[in-house]
């Protein structure tokens, strides 16, 4: 029997088109200059973009993987019997984080940690705890009770049943709730620059601040071309871990 194409040979070519863009961005400085011949310097040379790239992927996986610890920790405790009662108070609490903008979080907590990362670190954990947390919940609630009592009966403890039904089960979910907040976070992390942390969002403010659209075309195409690739990643994933849950 044939198998439908599963599509994950786009992300591996937009991955390499990000890289050879990143890495070949200087070599288009005669189109830059074609392009915006009013501009004196069309083409940003204050740091090399596969730098700023790299420093983009790492701020956003780092307070991705922080989100995600606590999304996941505290989205299973709130599942178990003994946590149930706090489910509420949880999710009030984390949709209230959700409300504030990055940028307010940013000026709140500058004057305590400082300028640099981990501010950005901060609030771009905040602004990514919710989508992660619902997923959780979500993927973690669909698990139905005849399965578990199936798990039961064949002398699963509560911990097998978890990571060996309840987990696989609740996957795919989980994962949709992480692959909107990752996304999210790839866009949002351009503000790090306005508190001094260097990132894909260093042109664009630049480029705001100076006028210069050239900057900002490019990092915005870079960030931009990153978040579609990332996206085009957990979509492959997504649908590798669906026919697995299905079998």
């Known amino acids: 029997m044939k198998h439908r194409p599963t599509g994950c ?19 288009l400085g005669p189109l830059f200059h074609a392009l915006f011949p009013q501009q004196e310097r ?3 040379q204050q740091a090399p973009f596969w730098r700023l790239l790299l420093a983009h992927v790492q701020m956003v996986l780092v307070s991705s993987g922080a989100a995600f610890a606590v999304a996941f920790a505290a989205g299973t405790w709130v599942t178990r019997a003994r946590g149930l009662a706090f489910r509420p108070v949880l ?3 984390v949709s209230m984080g ?8 940013l000026a709140l ?11 950005v670190l901060l609030a ?3 602004y990514g705890l919710l989508p992660m947390l619902q997923g959780v919940l979500a993927g973690l609630a669909q698990t139905p009770a005849a399965t578990l009592d199936a798990a039961r009966g064949l002398g699963l403890s ?14 795919p979910i989980i994962l949709a709730g992480v692959r909107s907040s990752v996304t999210i976070n790839i866009g949002t992390a351009a503000i790090a620059s306005t508190v001094g942390a260097q990132n894909l969002g260093a042109p664009i403010i630049i480029g705001l601040s100076g006028f210069n659209t050239a900057y900002v075309l490019q990092g915005a195409v870079l960030t931009g071309l990153l978040a579609i690739t990332v996206d085009s990643f957990f979509e492959c994933l ?10």
């Open 124 to 126: 771009l954990a905040l």
């Open 9 to 27: 040979g786009v992300p591996l070519l937009l991955a390499t088109l990000l890289v050879a863009l990143a890495v070949g961005m200087a070599e």
């Open 238 to 247: 997504g649908r590798r871990l669906q026919r697995r849950s299905l079998t």
């Open 91 to 93: 999710e009030s609490l």
């Open 42 to 44: 069309p083409l940003y």
């Open 98 to 105: 959700q409300t504030f903008p990055p940028i307010a979080v």
């Open 158 to 171: 509560a911990r097998q049943r978890f990571w060996q039904v309840e987990l696989p089960l609740a996957a």
């Open 109 to 119: 907590a500058v004057p305590l940690m400082g300028f640099g990362e981990r501010p």
